[in-house]
């Protein structure tokens, strides 16, 4: 299986500043038909998972655009370019391109 | 609206079987693979099964392969997950996830139920 592993694992933050998060995969997650399968997915306490990004950039309908997702082949970004107190939560990447589909571990953002 | 509203959890003993539902609504139930994603309590996210949208393909986490069983009713838009052989490491809540954006892409998720597997 594809092992995504995110770093940090735990990320205070200060309100008002930018936040990153890393994902890398353990193969490369260039699909067959050329497409980058790598999501990134926001999941605030007590809640289900939304989905924030698709394909490495692609912005869900409603997110924020402070939101943005970058990368390629095996190394993938999630950044917050100016951290809101509704961001706390727990981030997660997502591959699709390799069977079976694999999350990271989780980066837990607080507020400092 | 599209929704998502997963069922039929609880808490079961060790060996025991429990069946969860999904009822779709908001969209056309029929056109969309649906996932079922588990998360045990205060750890991260694990795929555990797909079907497509017709039922022709499906697929199994290793760890649930042989004992869990997805399947689907298109014409009463709902998903099932049949699990058989319950172990303490199958307790996790439950999400039933809709494909799109992508493989193995959700941008929709249920909201979720609790399966408890305890003596």
């Known amino acids: 299986d594809v092992v995504m592993t995110q770093s940090p694992l735990s990320l205070p933050v200060t309100l008002g500043q930018p936040a990153s998060i890393s994902c890398t995969s353990s193969?490369?997650?260039?699909?067959?038909?050329?497409?980058?399968?790598l999501n990134w997915f926001q999941q605030r306490p007590g809640q289900s998972p939304r989905r924030l990004i698709y394909?490495?950039?692609n912005r869900d309908s409603g997110v924020p655009d402070r939101f943005s997702g970058s990368g390629s082949g095996t190394d993938f970004t999630l950044k917050i370019s100016r951290v809101e107190a509704e961001d706390v939560g727990v981030y997660y990447c997502?591959?699709?391109?390799?069977?079976?589909?694999?999350f990271g571990q989780g980066t837990k953002v607080e507020i400092k | 609206e599209v929704q998502l509203v997963g069922s039929g959890g609880g808490l079961v003993k060790p060996g025991g079987s429990l069946r969860l539902s999904c009822a779709a609504s908001?969209?056309?139930?029929?056109?969309?693979?649906i996932h079922w994603v588990r998360q045990a309590p205060g750890r991260g996210l694990e795929w555990v099964s797909s079907?497509?949208?017709?039922?022709?393909?499906?697929y199994y986490a290793d760890s649930v392969k042989g004992r869990f069983t997805i399947s689907r009713d298109n014409a009463k838009n709902s998903l099932y997950l049949q699990m058989n052989s319950l172990r303490a490491e199958d307790t996790a809540v439950y999400y039933c996830?809709?494909?799109?954006?992508?493989?193995?892409?959700?941008?929709?998720w249920g909201q979720g139920t609790l399966v408890t597997v305890s003596s």
């Open positions: 193969q490369s997650l260039v699909y067959s038909d050329g497409n980058t399968y």
């Open positions: 997502l591959q699709g391109t390799h069977w079976p589909p694999t």
């Open positions: 079907i497509s949208s017709s039922g022709t393909y499906i």
């Open positions: 908001g969209f056309t139930f029929s056109s969309y693979s």
């Open positions: 394909k490495v950039s």
């Open positions: 996830a809709r494909e799109e954006g992508g493989r193995y892409s959700y941008g929709y």
